[in-house]
Each structure stands twice: as C-alpha cells, then as structure tokens.
C-alpha cells in the first residue's frame, strides 16, 4: 500500500474506502479512495 498524493496519510486497505460502480455487470469496478480526503487513488490499483 502506500500514501495518499493529496493528503499524504498512509492508506492501506484496511482503511481504504472503496466504491463498487457498476449494478449487475459482469466485472465490477472499484474504486479506491482516500479514507481522509476522499481523494480518488485509481481504479482497482491495490489487486496485486
Ligand atoms: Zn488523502
């Protein structure tokens, strides 16, 4: 995990704040982001 490029408060997915788009779809999108400013970290950039 890293750091926030906005904030620079360590996130880490135990606290990351994820958004699932997307209703029924075949592959789900997930959307990271930051747990103290809300700031958008990317699409399913923590998978690996
Ligand atoms: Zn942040």
Redesign the pocket.
């Given at each position: 995990m890293g750091h926030?490029?906005?904030?620079?408060?360590k996130?880490s997915l135990a606290n990351v704040k994820t958004e699932v788009k997307g209703l029924v779809v075949i592959k789900q999108e997930r959307m990271y982001m930051?747990?103290?400013?809300?700031?958008m970290?990317g699409f399913a950039i923590m998978q690996k």
């Open positions: 926030c490029p906005n904030c620079k408060q996130v930051c747990p103290f400013c809300e700031n970290l």
